[in-house]
């Protein structure tokens, strides 16, 4: 097959769902090429402020090449984005594309240092083989808390990561793997789904108060209160299990684990504020139905009970 010249304007490049293998740093050209070594597949010279990014492209067959993306002009170095094929009715391609946004993504990672790309390139190979992604992640990620959990990150939105891991996962199609460099190393994202936001439910301390006399409501919710434990030895609310803010790193490890993110939770601190914090984290992580307490424990001893010391 022949060869084209290409121009654009910023960005990296993607088509559909295309599989980007590989991607470095050359001159200022820009050339697209396909190859009769595997069907559809193309390298790709994009220039932005900092020289040429090759991206080796393999096409899904319902996508033809041309039909490239643009993603905003980065502004660090390496970025190497590998796509997953996903099978899409030809019919439904116009419409996948003219959809707005999701608000959230789950995905998952692997991270190696700046230096250890071969390693992604490893991965690669392992994955085309047959090897499950948690495994390696396990193995080979230098993310020492989500490598416990086969380097799952859970759901995420837009502000909560560094710019470019967020470029990477939300510009990508579901099933994508996306090879991205941010300050901690590089990643290898996996773009496992997504989803609208639910919206983090303001629950009234008469509501909780109703529960929590109720034994088969009760029965149905998980109770979490993330004020500190000097706070609790203050007051508390009987139920409710503590899960300090500020350990969030900490207990997040394990949360999914200890807790049910299917089940209904309700969040709780001293006013209302660190809880829907807490409570939009523990969403990120997957967590299906939450509850804010609004106005916290300060509110339920206003209003409800005043045996509960105010402080």
């Given at each position: 097959m022949g060869s084209k010249m290409l121009t654009t304007a910023s960005g990296c490049l993607y088509a559909g769902s295309m599989?980007?293998?590989?991607?470095s740093i050359t001159s200022k050209s820009a050339t697209v090429r396909s190859l009769t070594t595997a069907p559809r597949r193309l390298f790709v010279n994009r220039s932005c402020g900092f020289g040429v990014h090759l991206v080796r492209v393999r096409a899904h067959p319902l996508h033809?090449?041309?039909?490239?993306k643009r993603r905003d002009q980065c502004h660090r170095g390496i970025h190497l984005s590998q796509v997953a094929s996903t099978a899409r009715a030809a019919s439904g391609l116009a419409?996948?594309?003219s959809q707005a946004e999701p608000l959230q993504r789950k995905v998952s990672h692997i991270l190696v240092k700046p230096d250890q790309e071969n390693i992604l390139d490893e991965v690669e190979e392992r994955l085309e083989d047959g090897e499950d992604f948690r495994m390696l992640a396990g193995e080979l990620s230098?993310?020492?808390g989500s490598r416990m959990r086969g380097g799952d990150i859970g759901w995420i939105q837009r502000g909560q990561t560094t710019p470019m891991f967020e470029q990477a996962a939300f510009e990508a199609d579901i099933g994508e793997l996306v090879r991205v460099e941010t300050q901690f190393g590089l990643h290898l994202i996996r773009v496992q789904a997504e989803r609208q936001q639910a919206?983090?439910?303001?629950?009234s301390v008469s509501e909780l108060a109703e529960i929590l006399q109720d034994p088969e409501r009760l029965s149905q919710v998980q109770l979490v209160d993330v004020r500190e434990e000097v706070e609790e030895r203050v007051a508390s609310v009987p139920e409710f299990q503590l899960?300090?803010?500020s350990r969030m790193r900490d207990w997040g490890r394990t949360v999914t684990r200890e807790l049910d993110p299917f089940k209904h939770t309700i969040v709780m601190c001293h006013h209302g504020m660190r809880s829907q914090q807490a409570a939009e984290y523990l969403q990120s992580l997957g967590f299906a139905q939450l509850s804010n307490l609004e106005g916290g424990i300060h509110a339920y001893s206003l209003k409800v009970d005043p045996?509960?010391?105010m402080y």
């Open positions: 599989r980007c293998l590989t991607h033809q090449p041309v039909q490239l419409a996948s594309t230098e993310c020492r919206g983090i439910r303001q629950m899960k300090p803010l045996t509960v010391p």
